[in-house]
């Protein structure tokens, strides 16, 4: 009926992708001091450490954790709507994506953790009695009423620590951002890192590779290391006549003194 398609008159609308910020090593360390005496310590660390979405912290289940195995599997999520006027949890046995179901390891700290905050439920649910709410058992972030923690509840919780606490500011979101870049710092593979965020695009996990800064200050100073070596090295007639891979081949041969000039 038309004799040509509207859509190819339409200019496609580019969006700026947001890049989150993230905190360093020392940073994360300091944060988790800050949480250890709040309601969100153990959300705060699992996020940091797994780089876990909210929903992927708060759909955190017990029969998830393989103790014995020393896994833990994210294969449950916890989100909240409005529904017909009124808000309510949202529970979903599958992940954001296929790729984002995944079995991490379990380490020693977190075992030891996720053990203490049983003991400390149990505490909770003698404090309450028959107030406590037994409903949401099965699940790990709990409030000390046995209520299953808010998604909104953790967001806000966690801003008003940061504030209080004179911290620099971030999403929780970020220490998603801030788990992956700690993985880039400490050279793990781009695919594996992929993997342990449950990325479904290793696109979406290459852009943590811009995110550290540190890193692109250290290639800087090695190429300044290299140039300032070879100039210092050899004269303007010499660098003239040499073709590139014969100064690659003499930073290459040099490394030591080049190692030597950039800690100089």
Known sequence: MFEYNFI????????????GNFYKHD???HLFEVVKDTTIRLEVILASVYGLRREEVLGLKWDAIDFKRKTITIRHTVQRFKINGKTQFVFKDKTKSQSSYRTLPL????EDLLLEYK????????????TYNNKYKDYVCLMPNGELMKPG????????????N???RIRLHDLRHSCATLLIQNKVPVKDI?????????QTTMIYTHLDETNKEIS??????????ILTNYNENDIYEMKENTLNNIYEQDIEKVVVTLQN
């Open 107 to 110: 380490f020693n700290f977190i």
């Open 8 to 19: 190819n008159n339409l200019k496609p609308i580019k969006s700026d992708q947001y890049i």
């Open 194 to 202: 992929q993997i342990w965020l449950g990325h479904s695009n290793i």
């Open 153 to 164: 509840y953790l967001s806000h919780t966690f801003s008003k620590i940061l504030e209080d």
């Open 119 to 130: 003991e400390i439920y149990a505490e909770y649910k003698k404090i309450f009695g028959n």
């Open 220 to 229: 800087a100073q090695v190429l300044m290391a290299k140039f300032q070596f």
């Open 27 to 29: 940073e994360l360390l």
């Open 166 to 168: 004179e911290l620099k």
